[in-house]
């Protein structure tokens, strides 16, 4: 295995940071919706709201459809990943979610960096671009899921409301699992793939119909 460059470990930091403009500071993730229904107040909540987000649902799925992205060989297989990959999206908002921050990234990094990066869902951009800059797939989702995790975090730090030291405490206690998992994920074929976050899409779907609320999802 590849030893990562700076170059590759610098890179990644601006795709996935919240400076780059995908707008990944509007979704939610469907927790503005547990938040609002009292299922989750507190820091230890956020944190096992977002675990189980992360181990079984569209953190660990998602990591899936990245890693099969950045091994497709073929134009035609990679439109065949991205369409499971809209296809397992359990609602309209997650739909819409992993959609345009896909076009987002994909019109960006294009123009930045001279790719040729058609409309893909978020994952499979990720990963497809990854392949594109040879970065080491490992380190690209590991990066990813703790970019993913810190989102979520921040939502939670405007929400519940979270002070910012135990936000970032919290980043820190759950990012090993975010390697770990994205480690398990990259090994993980689509035939393989799962989700058993079912509360996690409830809220997705819950979400749609909110009426008060600050977040797209």
Known sequence: MAI????????????????????????????EW????????????VGSWITDVIQHGSGHSDCV???????????????????TARAFCASS?????????????????SDVWALDLSKLTYPVAIGHAAAAQKLPLGLTAQMFLQAFLANLVACA??????????????????TPMCQRIANEA??????????????SDIASMKHETQYSRIFRT
Do not use: M
Request: some cysteine.
């Open 65 to 83: 459809f990245l890693a099969a992205a950045y091994r497709a060989e073929t134009p035609e297989k990679l439109g065949e990943i991205d369409r």
């Open 34 to 45: 547990e938040i609002e229904c009292g299922a989750v107040g507190t820091v230890a909540e």
């Open 157 to 174: 730090t405007r929400l519940v409301p979270l002070g910012q030291t135990d936000a970032q405490r919290l980043i820190r206690d759950l």
């Open 4 to 31: 990562p460059t700076n170059a590759d470990i610098l890179t990644l930091t601006q795709w996935l940071s919240p400076a780059y403009p995908v707008g990944g500071f509007a979704y939610s993730h469907g927790l």
């Open 93 to 109: 908002e997650r739909l819409s979610e992993t959609v345009l921050l896909g076009d987002a990234f994909c019109t960006v990094t």
């Open 186 to 199: 990259i090994e993980t074929g689509l035939n393989e793939l799962s989700s058993t976050a079912f509360l």
